[in-house]
């Protein structure tokens, strides 16, 4: 079949904070995509508030570099995915845009759960690996030990068939200062090349060019969205065959095999970060069009006169999920501008067209809704988005999504690789045995640090990370990612600590958190706004405490000597969204708001709870 010599499309795919976005900075600069004195940003592809704040990638993106290598001028086509596992559905997305990826590995972390899991989708997809050992200038790099880790890894997910995947190009790289090379530099070096052409060379000789029919007709898959202030929204196809032209008339196959012909308005494609407007595209090319309002994930634009649709984009089941609805506290409408459940449904269907990983079902209440995910960070990261658009909302805990095999019922497990000191191998293993995880592997790097892998029920980290930053003294580090279903693995142990709930509306006073603050842990400060049934502090008891927030100091007319003392009081915890929905007990959910995240009792009034509670109890006692 012919190629396309002068076109080559890749997908950078690798764990959270193994250096991806940095490695595309380095490409896009050596390649002239900036002018020498240009005021770039650092990790450029990571264009939301988000994405910087957290220094992660959320959004798969892609970007053109034009290079000239062995003569020839080339265009490669970078596919930026996410790390980070709950973000799948864009790697998979991404992946359905290439024809080979570059795998990134830390020289000193070595491949970690999210490498798995991306790795296992790329070699799914049979697509050509080139293994990048980045970071190997790190002081305490471990270059031929991470070398055979990753050997390990794909003799792991390769069957005996495939042994022809394990001869994959390696390259050693250290991305920050732009230099990569195919001979493996001494630890804690840089490489012996003084740029990234090594890399660039392995591409063009690993990657396949995209092949295609000659005289073909047109079929372009749609891979993602985008939206623009003057185009509205634009369809990025990967086109397979055939050639598209701006202004053309094409057949447009909706997920449900319907079809009808539209006009595309413009036709885009990308050049470094900008797109650019062009005439025609060919097969193998990455573009954006315009003019079709309604087109979603996974359709297909055709000729025609010969309309053949492409297969449907499949993703992995959700595994979580958490009800969002509006806010029902008393505090409601104060700070946010979109309350109405109509605009909060507008907004989760809205997540639904460029999202294809994530389900939003109907639930008893009409303002409330289920909405499924990939995992915790997902959801809470979509939550974060909605409030800083002026949304106030009522989050629930989250949940597993069980399913039934063979009429038993199963729930989603993890793979939980943790590095922690030695001295607190014990503590971790304590609590993930009460969590009913299963040892896989430990391994002791004479570092001082040892690493632990575990099968464990997804449920049981539901809240672990906090516990486990306590129990480490901040020292440890863990991932996890999706290791498939297991059969349920019965009750767990929950928070072992009970809430300090407010009992009446009202602004804290210090007095009253002075004598609170010997309780447990306070959530709130003096001055600021709680109602009945908000949580303002962790009791340091099982049970939840009912207590008053507000409660003044009462003059008199004697004069106490002790009446000017200051009350000193301990700096409440601030916990951030993902912090307070790990928090969150099975009685309780989160009030969150554009300027506030809040803890709260699902049911706010406290002799209801109250009932509620008696009538659990003599349940418990009756069965």
């Known amino acids: 079949m012919p190629t396309r010599a002068d076109l080559r499309n890749v997908a950078i795919i690798a764990h959270v904070d193994h250096g991806k976005t940095t490695l595309v900075d380095a490409m896009l600069w050596q390649s002239g995509a900036f002018r020498e004195n240009a005021d770039v940003n650092i990790r450029v592809m990571d264009s939301m508030d988000l994405e910087r704040e957290k220094g992660i990638t959320i959004l798969a993106k892609n970007t053109a570099v034009k290079h000239v290598i062995g003569g020839e ?3 490669i086509n970078i596919i930026d995915t996410p790390g980070h596992a ?3 559905g864009e790697v998979e997305r991404g992946l359905e845009m290439v024809d080979g990826v570059l795998l990134l590995v830390d020289a000193s972390e070595g491949p970690l759960p999210q490498t798995r899991f991306v790795l296992r989708k790329a070699l799914a997809k049979h697509l050509p690996i080139i293994v990048v050992i980045n970071k190997v200038d790190r002081a305490d790099a471990r270059i031929a030990e991470v070398v055979d880790e990753v050997y390990a890894l794909f003799m792991d997910l390769v069957d005996d068939e495939e042994a022809h995947k394990l001869d994959f190009p390696i390259l050693y790289c250290a991305a920050k200062a732009g230099r990569a090379s195919l001979t493996a530099p001494a630890d804690a070096t840089m490489p012996d090349s003084e740029n990234l052409e090594p890399l660039f060379e392995t591409i063009l000789s690993t990657i396949p060019a995209p092949s295609y029919t000659e005289g073909a007709p047109l079929q372009a898959h ?8 003057y185009l509205g929204r634009l369809a990025l196809c990967r086109i397979a065959e055939g050639e598209i032209k701006r202004g053309q008339t094409v057949t447009w196959i909706k997920r449900d095999g319907t079809a009808s012909n539209v006009r595309l308005s413009e036709l885009l494609m990308t050049d470094a970060l900008e797109r650019v407007q062009v005439d025609s595209a060919g097969p193998g090319d990455i573009i954006a069009v315009a003019g079709i309002p309604e087109i979603t994930i996974g359709e297909t634009l055709a000729d025609p006169s010969d309309p053949k649709a492409l297969p449907l984009i499949h993703v992995d089941e959700p595994s979580i999920s958490m009800t969002i609805g509006i806010n029902t ?6 700070v946010g501008k979109k309350l109405t459940a109509r605009l909060v449904k507008a907004r989760l269907d809205a997540e639904l067209v460029g999202n294809v990983s994530i389900r939003v079902l109907p639930t008893e209440r009409p303002d409330t809704w289920e909405v499924q995910g990939r995992g915790e960070l997902q959801l809470a990261i979509l939550v974060e988005m909605m409030r800083r658009e002026g949304f106030e909302l009522t989050v629930g805990k989250p949940e597993v999504v069980t399913r039934l095999v063979d009429g038993k019922v199963h729930e989603p497990t993890e793979r939980l690789t943790i590095d922690v000191p030695e001295e607190h191998v014990g503590a971790v293993t304590q609590m993930l045995g009460v969590r009913k995880a299963s040892l896989e592997q430990m391994v002791n790097h004479g570092t001082g640090w040892v690493r632990i892998e575990y099968i464990v029920p997804a449920r049981a980290l539901i809240g672990f990370r906090t516990e486990f930053l306590t129990e480490t003294r901040g020292t440890g580090l863990m991932h996890h990612v999706s290791e498939g279903y297991a059969p349920w693995f019965g009750d767990l142990r929950n928070r072992q600590t009970g809430s300090l709930v407010a009992d009446r509306m009202g602004s804290v006073s210090s007095y009253a958190l002075f004598n609170l603050q010997e309780r447990g842990t306070l959530f709130v400060g003096p001055g ?4 009945e049934g908000m949580i303002c502090g962790e009791n340091a008891r099982a049970d939840d405490m009912d207590v008053n927030p507000t409660k ?5 007319n004697v004069r106490s000597s002790t009446g000017d003392e200051l009350e000193r009081l301990i700096p409440p915890r601030r916990m951030s969204l993902e912090q307070s929905l790990e ?3 099975s009685d309780e959910c989160l009030e969150v708001t554009p300027k506030d995240v809040r803890i709260r009792k699902v049911t706010l009034d406290m002799n209801d709870r109250a009932k509620i509670r008696n009538r659990a109890k003599k349940a418990t006692e009756a069965s």
Do not use: M, Q
Request: net charge negative.
């Open 329 to 334: 506290s008393p505090l409601a409408g104060k």
């Open 552 to 556: 003044e100091k009462h003059l008199t």
């Open 222 to 229: 749609v891979t993602n969205l985008d939206s623009s202030p």
């Open 86 to 88: 709950d973000f799948g």
């Open 73 to 75: 001028n080339v265009t």
């Open 528 to 531: 600021e706004e709680v109602y």
């Open 583 to 585: 928090y969150c007990a």
